[in-house]
């Protein structure tokens, strides 16, 4: 059982990225999947999350209305777009399989992808 997150890089600010999050060894349609991200010298936060009936939610206002998250069952992914990305977004970025529901805190996940970074500069 298996994620990895991938799609990361540098980009300027103003930028986009999609990063994709593929499961191998289980279906991840069957759960709830949520994004994570560990900015330099702060700790890990949840900021949103894709439910099996594609309800999302986000947790953070900081990332409300730029990046959207969505399913693609068909490749057993999950996928994050970021939009007018920013320096404050810089972050290892991590996607998470749920427990049960979606949630924004870490305990309600048990299987973790290994992390992208995204680095927004100029």
């Known amino acids: 059982v298996q994620l990895q997150a991938s799609g990361g890089g540098l980009v300027q600010p103003g930028g986009s990225l999609r990063l994709s999050c593929v499961a191998s060894?289980?279906?991840?349609?069957?759960?709830?999947v949520g994004w994570f991200r560990q900015a330099p010298g702060k700790s890990r936060e949840g900021f949103s999350c894709i439910t099996t009936s594609d309800v999302t939610t986000d947790y953070a206002e900081s990332v409300n209305g730029r990046f959207t998250i969505s399913r693609d069952n068909a490749k057993n992914t999950v996928l994050l777009q970021l939009n007018s990305l920013k320096p404050e977004d810089t972050a290892v970025y991590y996607c998470?399989?749920?427990?049960?529901?979606?949630?924004?805190?870490?305990?309600?996940?048990?299987?973790w992808g290994q992390g992208t970074q995204v680095t927004v500069s100029s």
């Open positions: 060894g289980l279906v991840l349609g069957y759960y709830a």
């Open positions: 998470a399989r749920a427990i049960g529901l979606c949630s924004e805190y870490e305990g309600n996940y048990d299987v």
